[in-house]
């Protein structure tokens, strides 16, 4: 099921992702630095790759003029029936600032709809604006807030991805739910006692809250 929804119906239309490489943006000023919408989707994109995050669908819409841009990205699915989404607008005509947002279910709608569960970016377009930084710090902060719910150390992060993707336990080897607990209860077991109870403890309660969300 698509996390992401875009929906175009207040005079924009949906392109494909090259096609929006071919919308122009508008000259600069001394105090207003317009982002050419493929740059900020690549910028994005790049910043996922890095942090071995992949995008599974994404959809695009741009209003008649090419001034507004609104998106929607899934990303790589989790467990099995759940997955982030981001979403994405940007004017060049200074109706409204850059933004992102991220959540289980994200929705962008060009009549000014934009919702997540969390909004790690909002950003005027200023001539000293580095879009680079803000995407990664952007990115950087969605992980923060998603990861920060469990209060586990992050090095841990890269040790429940490996349990999960790469199983030693055949039974294990399904995407489900109970595979991913068990990725996170075997990881657990590397921390001292009374963080590994804290850890746990609050396991369950995320792992519903998580299930809830895409039920």
Known sequence: MDQGQLLAHCGSNKITREQLALIPSPEGTDTYQPLAHHDIVAA?????AFR??????????????GMKMFGVLDLETTFEGCRFSIGVRNAN?????????????????????????????????????????????????????????????????????DLYFNPTVEEFAPRTLWSLENSFTSAFKELDPIPQFRATAKLAPFLEGMQALVA
């Open 44 to 48: 994005l994109l790049e910043t996922l």
């Open 52 to 65: 071995q995050i992949s995008v599974v669908r994404d959809e695009y819409a741009v209003s008649e003029d």
């Open 93 to 161: 005509d200074k109706s409204m600032r850059l933004a992102m947002t991220v959540g289980y279910r994200v929705f962008v709608c060009d009549n000014m709809a934009f919702h997540g569960d969390f909004t790690p970016v909002l950003a005027k377009h200023t001539k000293r604006f580095s879009l680079v930084d803000a995407v990664s710090i952007g990115v950087d902060r969605m992980q923060r807030s998603f990861e920060g719910d469990l209060e586990v150390p992050k090095h841990l992060a890269r040790r429940v991805h």
